[in-house]
């Protein structure tokens, strides 16, 4: 039986590379990476010269090839250890695919654990850790991103995900209009020369990166409700925002009662009058505004 390493790698400085890391990824014989270019840069800093391949691709077909060629090296006999491009594999990346796949064959997967975004940013919030529940990234739409967050809005652990700077303020719009005011941190060029921390509320840290330039990849954490989760049926504000959020992206009414019905509690009849009105409301303002 061959073994599979998962091997965490820094997120911004070297110097966070464990002992373990450098000797595993030297021991192996294949290295599996996210993308090749970035961990070679990684392997060349600490003078290693194991094999290097990918493990994934854009294109399924491609990506079941990659994910084969991983599996044979296993299944002949040879050790392989799993990193992305920066932090532990299989968050918030396509690594847990092949850990699944490997354990599947009925090889061993060893973690060597190593530094996470995740978790740094959260212990550095200043908002409680003993729960939180990681969204990693939200969807790109906005419609699509407010009804993700209208789903954990009454979630009373902390959250924590990751937004690119391009959408950071959007991301941080719809916190505010979703969640409330909430009490967020948003951590960049986590471990870096420049590394930044910001805390306040929603609505202070739109105004701030509204005017400060973001570079690289934000993580985000955002306050908890801060109490157990009621029991029972949403409140009817929240089952209208999901409603109308939904209707903007032009999902059937139908479409619509089946979602909310299952998260919130209500029956489908209930929600399928409300998203009925909101698409009658919706026709009527397109009306008066043509």
Do not use: C
Request: hydrophobic fraction near 45%; aromatic fraction near 6%.
């Amino acid at each position: 039986m061959s073994t599979l390493y998962v091997v965490g790698t820094p997120i911004g400085n070297l110097e966070d590379m464990t002992d373990r890391a450098r000797r595993v990824l030297a021991e192996v014989d294949l290295i599996a990476a996210e993308d090749t270019r970035v961990t070679r840069q990684l392997l060349t800093r600490f003078d290693i010269h194991t094999e290097l391949t990918t493990y994934t691709d854009a294109y399924f077909r491609k990506k079941a090839e990659r994910l084969g060629e991983v599996l044979g090296a296993l299944d002949r006999g040879r050790s392989v250890a799993l990193v992305s491009d920066a932090g532990m594999p299989g968050l918030s990346d396509p690594g847990f695919e092949l850990v699944d796949a490997v354990i599947a064959g009925g090889h061993e997967v060893v973690v060597i654990p190593g530094p996470s975004a995740i978790t740094a940013a959260l212990v550095v919030s200043g908002l409680p850790s003993e729960r939180f529940l990681f969204l990693g990234f939200l969807p790109r739409k906005a419609g699509e991103r407010r009804s993700a967050l209208a789903e954990v809005a009454d979630e009373p652990a902390t959250l924590v995900l990751f937004e690119s700077p391009h959408r950071v303020v959007d991301a941080l719009e719809d916190i505010l209009a979703v969640l409330g005011d909430r009490r967020v941190a948003a951590g960049r060029e986590l471990t870096k020369k420049f590394e930044e921390v910001w805390r306040g509320s929603a609505s202070d840290a739109i105004a701030h990166f509204r005017d400060t330039p973001v570079r690289g990849e934000v993580t985000l954490v955002v306050a908890g409700t801060g109490r157990r989760r009621a029991e029972g049926r949403w409140p009817e504000a929240q089952v209208r925002v999901a409603v109308e959020l939904m209707a903007q992206e032009r999902v059937g009414a139908a479409g619509i009662a089946r979602t909310v019905s299952r998260l919130s509690g209500w029956t489908r009849g209930e929600v399928y009058a409300m998203a009925v009105a909101a698409g009658d409301a919706a026709a009527d303002e397109q009306v008066e505004q043509s």
